[in-house]
């Protein structure tokens, strides 16, 4: 599968919570880029998109939202709920966000800047490609 949920760890005290990053031990490339999606609602939906190179790592600092991850032969909906669970997306995973909470903040960590020509919008070309890459020898 080209996605996985991994858990992150959050420290909470009486002062409130930390949640740290070791970006070399717990993320599995260089991390260029990172961006925070914030003041969608439960109307929203998110996404409708695949990368062609992009990687990334999804996790919610705040409130909740629903993540449907798609690798054109397996397909499964996170329930972001907790701080402590974190995605992994490798290249050529379809993804759609949804069921956004007021308050949700979702962080996103990702392997390359922002890449216009690297998002496939077409949900046909993306099984399109997963199939002629299942293909190629
Ligand atoms: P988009 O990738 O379409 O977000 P989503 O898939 O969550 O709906 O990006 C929304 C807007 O933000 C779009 O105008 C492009 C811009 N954008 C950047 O300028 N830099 C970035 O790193 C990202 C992810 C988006």
Known sequence: MKFKS???LTHED???ALLPI????????LVKRAYFVYCSDFETVRGLHAHKELQQVMFVVN???DILLDDGHHKEKFNMRQREKALFLDKMVWREMSNFSENCILAVLAS???TPSDYIHDYDDFIEKVRNDSSAC
């Open 112 to 114: 390359d800047v922002y």
């Open 63 to 65: 409130g909740s939202c």
């Open 14 to 16: 009486e002062q409130g």
């Open 6 to 8: 991994f858990n992150l």
């Open 22 to 29: 070791e970006v070399y031990e717990q993320i599995p490339f």
